[in-house]
């Protein structure tokens, strides 16, 4: 039986981990939690608020060579809910990130937004009922 999600694993180039850090640290409020050695490694780098974690892992070049072909999906994406969304909205559009509004979830209020290397996100709050 599944209980709950343990994480979500996102995407991210080679070399994207100091973007990556300034964005999930000083633009979401979330703490860097250190990745077990043997896949630190690897590149990327995890995240954590509360229960909720992101990891961000490097999709490296194929082998035997060539160009990474690091693509975010543009519409998988985690959904994050969040408490007072407009001020947190507000939040990240004062560290110039984009904020896109969607109202056609009903029972919430939503926006989605993407990182420095273009993963897909949602943030959203119920509504409740006054």
Same mark, same amino acid.
């Given at each position: #039986?599944? %209980? +709950?999600? *343990?994480?979500?694993? &996102?995407?991210?180039?080679?070399?994207?981990? *100091?973007? =990556?850090? /300034? $964005? $999930?640290? *000083?633009?979401?409020? #979330? %703490? @860097?939690?250190?990745?077990?050695?043997? &896949?630190?490694? !690897?590149?990327?780098?995890?995240?954590? +608020?509360?229960?909720?974690? &992101?990891? =961000?892992?490097?999709?490296? /070049?194929?082998?035997?060579?060539?160009?990474?072909?690091?693509?975010?999906?543009?519409? +998988?994406?985690?959904? &994050?809910?969040? %408490? *007072?969304?407009?001020? $947190? /909205?507000?939040? =990240?559009?004062?560290?110039?990130?984009?904020?896109?509004?969607?109202?056609?979830?009903?029972?919430?209020?939503?926006? $989605?937004?993407?990182?420095?290397?273009?993963? !897909? =996100?949602?943030?959203? @709050?119920?509504?409740? /009922?006054?």
């Amino acid at each position: #039986m599944i %209980t +709950a999600i *343990d994480h979500v694993q &996102l995407a991210a180039p080679p070399g994207s981990e *100091d973007r =990556l850090r /300034a $964005y $999930y640290v *000083d633009v979401l409020g #979330m %703490t @860097e939690i250190p990745k077990p050695h043997v &896949l630190a490694a !690897r590149g990327g780098c995890w995240f954590q +608020a509360g229960a909720v974690q &992101l990891h =961000l892992g490097v999709e490296a /070049a194929p082998a035997g060579g060539g160009k990474c072909h690091c693509r975010p999906a543009r519409k +998988a994406h985690p959904g &994050l809910r969040v %408490t *007072d969304i407009e001020r $947190y /909205a507000a939040r =990240l559009q004062a560290h110039g990130t984009q904020v896109e509004w969607d109202g056609n979830l009903p029972g919430h209020r939503r926006f $989605y937004s993407e990182d420095p290397v273009g993963n !897909r =996100l949602e943030f959203l @709050e119920p509504v409740t /009922a006054v």
